[in-house]
């Protein structure tokens, strides 16, 4: 049996809104793959998926922020040896980004988009300096979650160029009921360390990553292979004018018991 996470395109993925138009990261109208790795391999948790198969789709594509869109999953562990009929597999269709694995498995899922350059390495300049934040107009992630039968991570990682980016992790709860939450584009402007009990997790590299400056984006699904037979959608994933942004500790995506000797508070 397959456990399903899906990310879910109803408006887009990451969608840039300013005042009521939206500009596409991604619309997933464009369908890719499905993309499955059935070979176990517990090294794939760099930077890039380097053993796990994957794809490019997109030339000039207005639904897709930069004209393409590259895909790419792997298959991290198996509690049974690597049994070749348990697998990780992603695709996109019908406005839905799917990642599956398998009972008992654990996978990782990559989407990047860096412009055309078309394969599993980051162009980490491809997107030429995209102001995401609109003149300022832009100020948080807006991130819904549908259903999720246990925690999960993901990684937004937003680079300038190759030695200036930030990464933010962020470890969910489950969630039983739709959920919202906002992720301030100033969590991106944070040092390195943990937030929120450890919820969240800023690493900045060099000078960090510049929001209006940006070169790449790049989100990981479950990196490190850390959660089995996973069970989780997300609905859509939109940048949003908040007038009032109070930080990392909404419900939505974030663990409602975080603790209380660490906050962050991350207002624009």
């Known amino acids: 049996m397959f456990n399903k996470m899906k990310v879910i395109g109803g408006a887009s993925l990451l969608a840039l809104s300013f005042g009521a138009n939206a500009a596409p990261v991604d619309l997933f109208s464009t369908n890719q793959g499905a993309y499955t790795d059935n070979t176990k391999d517990g090294t794939d948790t760099g930077t890039i998926i380097t053993s796990g198969p994957g794809g490019s789709v997109g030339v000039a594509d207005p639904t897709i922020l930069g004209g393409n869109r590259d895909l790419f999953v792997s298959k991290i562990s198996d509690n049974n040896g690597d049994q070749a009929t348990r697998s990780a597999t992603a695709s996109v269709s019908g406005g839905v980004f799917d990642f599956s694995t398998s009972t008992g498995t654990t996978g990782r899922a990559?989407?990047?988009?860096?412009?055309?350059?078309?394969?599993?390495?980051?162009?980490?300049?491809?997107?030429?300096?995209?102001?995401?934040?609109?003149?300022?107009t832009q100020n948080?992630?807006?991130?819904?979650?549908?259903?999720?039968?246990?925690?999960?991570?993901?990684?937004?990682?937003?680079?300038?160029?190759?030695?200036?980016?930030?990464?933010?992790?962020?470890?969910s709860n489950a969630h039983d009921v739709p959920a919202t939450t906002s992720i301030p584009f100033s969590a991106f402007l944070l040092g390195s360390g943990s937030y929120l009990g450890g919820t969240v997790v800023v690493n900045q590299v060099g000078a960090g990553g510049d929001l209006t400056k940006l070169g790449a984006l790049v989100?990981?699904?479950?990196?490190?292979?850390?959660k089995t037979s996973l069970d989780l959608t997300l609905d859509q994933v939109t940048t949003v004018p908040e007038p009032s942004v109070l930080g990392l500790m909404g419900i939505g995506l974030l663990a409602a018991g975080y603790s209380r000797g660490k906050k962050a508070k991350l207002a624009v």
């Open 110 to 136: 990559q989407i990047q988009w860096d412009g055309a350059e078309a394969t599993n390495a980051i162009d980490h300049t491809g997107l030429g300096g995209l102001d995401l934040t609109f003149g300022g």
């Open 140 to 171: 948080a992630f807006s991130i819904g979650v549908v259903f999720s039968d246990a925690g999960f991570n993901f990684k937004i990682t937003a680079y300038t160029d190759a030695t200036n980016y930030t990464e933010v992790t962020i470890t």
């Open 219 to 226: 989100v990981d699904i479950d990196q490190f292979g850390l």
